[in-house]
C-alpha cells in the first residue's frame, strides 16, 4: 500500500538503478507508477431500447428539416414563375 502522503509513485531513495536525476540506464527498466484511475462506482447498466426522448428529438429534427426543404422548395418555384 502506498504512503497518503507521498502519492502512488515509487520512492525514488528505494527505486533500484535509478541514476541521479531520475534517469534510468540502458536495458533497465524504469519503475511504473500506481494505478490511480478506474471507475470508482459502479456504472448503470445501460438500456437496449431507444429513449422516448431520443425518438421524439428525430421526429422533431425530422419535422423541422421538412419544412425547411418545402420553404426551399416552394421560394424557387415562386423565383421561377412557377407557383
Known sequence: ?????HG????????????P????????TPPASGNTSGVS???????RA??????????VVGLIA???VVVIVGLILMATGVW
Open 21 to 28: 536525476g531520475g534517469g534510468v540506464p540502458a536495458g533497465s
Open 50 to 59: 431507444f429513449p422516448a426522448t431520443g425518438v421524439a428529438t428525430m421526429v
Open 8 to 19: 502512488p509513485d515509487p520512492e525514488p531513495r528505494e527505486t533500484p538503478d535509478l541514476e
Open 41 to 47: 462506482e459502479h456504472e448503470p447498466d445501460t438500456r
Open 66 to 68: 421538412l419544412v425547411f
Open 1 to 5: 500500500m502506498t504512503d497518503p502522503a
